[in-house]
């Protein structure tokens, strides 16, 4: 009997308009648990190397996480995998919402999408009944927003629909997939995989349960961490509580969190606190009329606004603070109205926020240093500040039109599109994906290892660094301060005699600590609120397991290393991925509290021990035949080395 999975999945072939099912064996779900563990099993096997980006070939990945439907909480994110059409690499993206459930409660732990319709369709899954559906009458007609509700009026509103929009029809580089009224998965581009598909969404409703090892148990661990959360809320869980990740944003740009000006800036300097505050926690959060909770969230960190006398934002998501940080103090700009109507245009379009943002930001610092002119822009004035100049450009990306069109595909693509090749030392992107808004000058050398090293490249949520703490308690230690408070930030002061060694290991457990976090569908808030999440003992429970969690470090090890080892077939050089050196704090800024940063070990030192730490090479990063035997991984083995003795 299955314990917390169905047991098997789907795959829809496009150009041949059929469903089959595949059992999969209970053994690879105790190798790969869930969500883009199981994902990157399945793709790493059936996928063939050296595809290009738009291949009908590639296999698009729609998971739930193990996790999902069960009596655990923060259990609702539904997670997309492949080849990232951005990228080149493994790519994956996470998202909130209410699809997760539909997937497993049609009877799959994921949808494995091939091929490419003649024409535009949508998926109809209804249980047992799976149809391909013509959509000539939504492509190019309706946004996402207006697809789901569209889609629930025709077939019902229980039914839960992801879909793209102008970006992803467009086949936008920096779009993404759409759920719930305006909530992406928008990293790795993989709105441009679906839209070159031809597919316009999936619409998918199911009643199918799925059985649990013991419930009660299971139940137990969530009243325990539910009355914890009431009782021992640290400070950024209050905050969370009341504006989401809105009121995180004073703060980070003044502690030097935030870039700013293309990360030439300085937040206390260039956008002060009387600015930031302007977009931050209330001025946000008057709009709201009701919280918004994705599923299995007992915490509501969302909220759903309306602005008087907008049309457009009538009804519209809270902006998140990559979107607050990216239009606004990355930009100077305070207008906070103007920065919820490009978040919603962004939503209804499939655009992914971080990544349009971080394009603007390069488009502005060009026209300030008089790289482009009135001409090239349209006559659209990139003044740092403008929030007009903002609305203007990104309506014209989304529509791929004008000037706003050469920015559509974003940086890598910009760059070349506007003949600046001279000028992409000044393109905040890392193997092709736009960073995100969080500065590793900030934060030490462990952030900005992971936009560097991680099979996604350029994610700010591909490691935990709070597993240490998870790691201590399991050991019967006292938890350090860090431990203890699991706050949401990541200057840890580390110390200045730290080893190659603990440097490796500390950043190996973060790193597949968070592939456990999405092989289990979990949301990565619920982690930094101050009570431990027992996910340990939910996993256990659920399945039937009675494993530690070194033992489930291990199994995040060997997603790691899956989605990696894609990579290195795929001839991706992990070693040779490097931010800008701007971002790397070369040269240091000179003000505010970034300047002069200093890593306790070089980067590309540090680099090396993660890679020995994962039992990778230390100079090629790939994984070496010890390791593969270890992780029980003899596939891949086979793939790198060509035999599996």
């Known amino acids: 009997m299955k314990k917390g999975y169905a047991g098997k999945i789907l795959w829809v072939d496009l150009s041949k308009s059929t469903f089959t099912d595949e059992v999969i064996d209970d053994k690879i779900y105790e190798l790969f648990l869930g969500g883009y563990g199981l994902a990157s099993k399945i793709i790493f096997d ?23 439907n069960g009596k655990a909480v923060f259990n609702g994110r539904w997670m997309l995998a492949g080849k990232s059409p951005l990228t080149g690499t ?12 539909s997937i497993k409660g049609s009877g799959y732990d994921g949808i494995f999408i091939i091929g490419k319709s003649e ?10 009944e799976k149809t391909i559906v013509d959509a000539d009458d939504l492509w190019g007609e309706l946004d996402a927003v207006e697809t789901e509700a569209y889609l629930q009026q025709k077939h019902g509103i229980d039914f839960r629909v992801i879909s793209i929009g102008a970006g992803g029809e467009n086949k936008s580089l920096i779009s993404g997939v759409v759920n719930d009224r305006g909530r992406l998965a928008g990293r790795s581009g993989f709105g441009a995989l679906v839209g070159s598909k031809n597919l316009k969404a999936l619409c998918v409703r199911g009643d199918n349960s799925i ?52 990360w030439t800036g300085v937040g206390e300097i260039d956008f002060p606190k009387n600015k930031a505050d302007k977009i931050n926690a209330f001025n ?31 009804e519209t998501h809270r902006p998140e603070y990559e979107t607050l940080c990216g239009f606004g103090s990355q930009l100077l700009n305070d207008d906070v109205e103007s920065i919820f109507i490009v978040n919603e245009m962004c939503n209804r379009a499939g655009i992914d926020t971080i990544s ?15 790289k482009l002119s009135l001409e090239d822009t349209d006559n659209i004035p990139l003044v740092w500040g403008d929030s007009d100049s903002v609305i203007k450009v990104v309506s014209q990306l989304i529509k791929n039109e004008g ?59 591909s490691t935990f660094p709070g597993i240490d703490a998870y790691l201590e308690k399991a050991q019967g230690h006292k938890l350090n301060e860090l431990a203890t408070k699991l706050k949401f930030q990541r200057k840890f002061q580390l110390p200045q005699n730290e080893t190659s060694d603990s440097v490796g290991k500390r950043l190996k457990n973060a790193s597949c600590g968070e592939d456990i976090i999405n092989a289990l569908g979990l949301c990565n808030f619920g ?32 997603i790691k290393t899956v989605r990696h080892a894609f990579n290195v077939r795929e001839k991706i050089n992990t070693p040779e991925i490097e931010m800008p050196q701007r971002a790397r704090g070369n040269p240091p800024l000179k003000q505010g509290p970034n300047a002069y940063s200093a890593n306790v070990l070089k980067w590309d030192d540090a680099k090396k021990a993660y890679f020995q730490a994962m039992g990778w090479d230390m100079d090629t990063s790939v994984p070496l035949k010890e390791t593969l035997d270890n992780l029980y991984l003899p596939e891949v083995k086979h793939q790198l080395y060509g035999t599996e003795d």
């Open 403 to 461: 000037f706003g069109g050469k920015l559509k595909d974003g940086l890598k693509e910009a760059v070349k599109n506007l003949d600046l090749i001279d000028e992409e030392a000044c393109a905040m992107h890392v193997c092709g994906q736009e960073l995100p808004m969080h500065d590793a000058r900030f934060g030490e050398i462990d952030l900005g290892i992971g936009y560097e090293v991680e099979p996604t490249p350029g994610r700010h949520t």
């Open 356 to 370: 349009c943002a971080t394009t603007l930001n390069w488009a502005f610092e060009m026209f300030d240093k008089e």
């Open 119 to 128: 024409k535009p369709v949508y998926i109809l899954i209804d249980n047992d």
């Open 527 to 558: 982690f930094y609120f101050g009570p431990m999440v027992p996910f340990v003992e939910w996993t256990n429970h659920t399945i039937g397991f009675n494993y530690t969690i070194n033992d489930y470090l291990k199994i995040g090890q060997r």
């Open 90 to 101: 493994w790519g994956d993206a996470n998202c909130g919402g209410n699809f997760a459930p």
């Open 284 to 314: 946000v959060t008057k709009y709201e009329v009701e919280k918004y909770y994705c599923y299995g969230c007992p915490f509501g960190c969302g909220g759903i606004c309306s602005i008087p006398g907008k049309q457009l934002l009538k």
């Open 211 to 262: 059985s649990v090892y013991n419930e009660n148990k299971v139940w137990k661990h969530t009243i325990k961490l539910l009355k914890e959360l009431v009782t021992d809320l640290n400070d950024f869980g209050k905050i969370m509580k009341n504006c989401g990740t809105a009121g995180t944003l004073t703060d980070s740009t003044e502690n030097g969190d935030s870039p700013i000006k293309n």
């Open 46 to 68: 059936k996928q063939k190397p050296g595809l290009s980006k738009f291949d009908p070939d590639n296999i698009l990945a729609v998971m739930s996480g193990l996790l999902t």
